[in-house]
């Protein structure tokens, strides 16, 4: 346990100097194991394993960009983001892990006490066998408190989904190295660095029942979270989701890689020709304190700093984040609740302002003070190579109450029981609700 | 409004000598604007609207049959099955109409204020518009009290799903000629009468907010329904859920429908070489109080009635039925909760009596006593031509605390809660919760 946040800066900077290694770039067509399949040009591992760089085709009913194609991720099996919590004195502890992982800035960050796919905890890596599994898989796990598969980057990833899971336990739970205690408290004053706490940490404390443990839910906004006070019931805002789900607006076709229009690869990398939304890249890794020390794969670089943000605003004085209803690419099942934005603001630059992204301007120009929290963090390092997302929420009383279409007011708490449902909200909504519910 | 049964039944059997029908089974090789896919023998309309009849081919992890092929029907888009409801004196009352549908046995049965397929209410059909439709689409709607995208028959839909809804209105409705408002009362005891409240309607109904309009939700059974002390959390329900959908032991395989392995098309009807499970049959229909006077179309016939049963008993008092997690070839997500038992026994009745479906001999061969209801309705008679199941809850204090793998307790109203969530609850578990909750 740390007393002090001072004394977790000195144990995991004591990681950072025992967990030794090394991230090379490589070329595409360098990359061990790795190689486009003949005909599609479907980057893949000549073991069929892992997850493959496909070609995805997408025809939405948007006025900007009603249609386009890209390369996705497929990686179709479900891994395992577990954390296993436990009371000490009556405070309950949260056992995280420093963990490397390829794609990290910092390359080591705080991942839940199992972050595994499939592949990792059945052994295809021929790996070490994955601590504290047996926590959340098979007849010796504790109470659960969380159990939902819960949808990743749909931008980037082809519906692609993991299991996001809570475990309360109450016998004895050896530390390992590498494996700490945390508390709320201290998770929340985390929360604050930059690239510490990693994506898949955050995504599940997203699901931890509203107001268990005691914590002080959303402090950083004003007001009573009141559900019977809030501007819509459950049943109106799964009716939201519900009527662009039934829209049809959205068709999708998945591509082989090589009629991916706009993108090519020059054997170093593949990339977009206007040198937009993301390249695909190689890397050789070795490592301590992985299930393997060596291996090489493709890694998804986003070009430039993504901005997921909320506006918030009191509505009767109850405190609400304006949602939207957002298609990807790679939805598992047509749209999810999102936040206001969520996007490479990059991405848009060249576009006139009336075609940019709705509520963008509002979230990225507000002035410091109306910034309830503002903090960089970084997306899954297993897969996306220094993928940073400016992180906020904007106090706005001004924000219009009636949002129009795709959007939707909500109160912190109804989008946190919406998380413990599965595949209701992205993870980028997830994310951002476990900074504005820790937020310390 | 109906001051008794007697009324209502009196109104309804009128309904049935103004509305003239006719359905008239026809070759599927003389059925008009139906012909077979030059290649893949998949049953298509010309137009390529409606739906079609292909194939699938399902790799399991279970024991018995492991891996089969089969027939089924593919209809991507989605509908809207609404009930209006309004309060008249302080009374809710359900608008439901007195609608014709070709499978129907009887041909007459009570169906939502809207049952329209995406083509009735677009007029791909050229017919007459859907009344009432403005309530659930579009800005007009009243109060929305549910709206969620819901599975239907995984054994014979590949993934459908429809949209279910209920809402709330409190201005004058005009009551169309067909159409009636019934009480929650009154519909409670049409419940009991067999193959009148169709499937779209008993699958909207076990959606209405648990307790709302102070319905004596599940009376049959003895005991509170206190959340509390189930025997599980919502979190574990989901919890078992998650299990099985993350185990990847599913795998399903569209084919063209002339692969499909024992199964054959005599040029009159498709159906499986031992005649078990359906056949594929077509029809001529003449309708009045149709959008369309006249059409044909290719109908699936289930081989002998079903059984759709849960097991209940009380767990420390409080009353819990026993739900199955059930995964069909067409389940939209692997898995869903479904009843105790939902199955045409006929089919399993060459098998030994270990490799028949559990708990089937304690819901089919328990004494009438134990039956807590007991009724036959039909499914949707749009598509399927007399499906008739028979519906029942058996009172079993003896059954398995332990039910072991693939089954869980739950108490009503947390299945009640489940189906407030969109995909959750199978379409079978949805129309038994309506009858148990209505039940008069």
Redesign the interface.
Known sequence: MFRQTSEFTTWFAEQRRVQRHRVTPVRLDALDGWAAEPGTGNLRHRTGRFFTVEGVEVTTGRRVTPSWSQPIIVQP??G?LGIVVREFDGVPHFLLQAKMEPGNINLLQLSPTVQAT?SNYTRVHAGRAVPYLEHFLGPRRGR??????QSEQGSWFLGKRN?N?IVEVTGDVPVLPGFCWLTAAQIGELLREDHLVNMDTRSVLAGL?WGRHGRPEAAVLDGADDTDRAAH????L??H???V??A?AVTRRRVPLNEVKGWSDNGAELRHEDGRYFTVIGVDVEADGREVARWSQPMLAPVGRGLIGFLARHLDGVPHLLAQIRTEAGSF?VAEFAPTVQCLPANHAHLPPGDRPRFLDAVRDAPDAARLLDVTHSEEGGRFHHAANRYTVVLDEDAPRDPGPGFVWLTPRQLADLV?????VDVEARNLLTCLRWWR
């Open positions: 099996e479900h395992v499939r659960v408190l969380l159990d939902a598969l299991r899971m029942p019931t459950m049943a109106e799964i009716g989701l519900t009527e789900r039934a049809h099942d413990r449902v599965p595949g209701q």
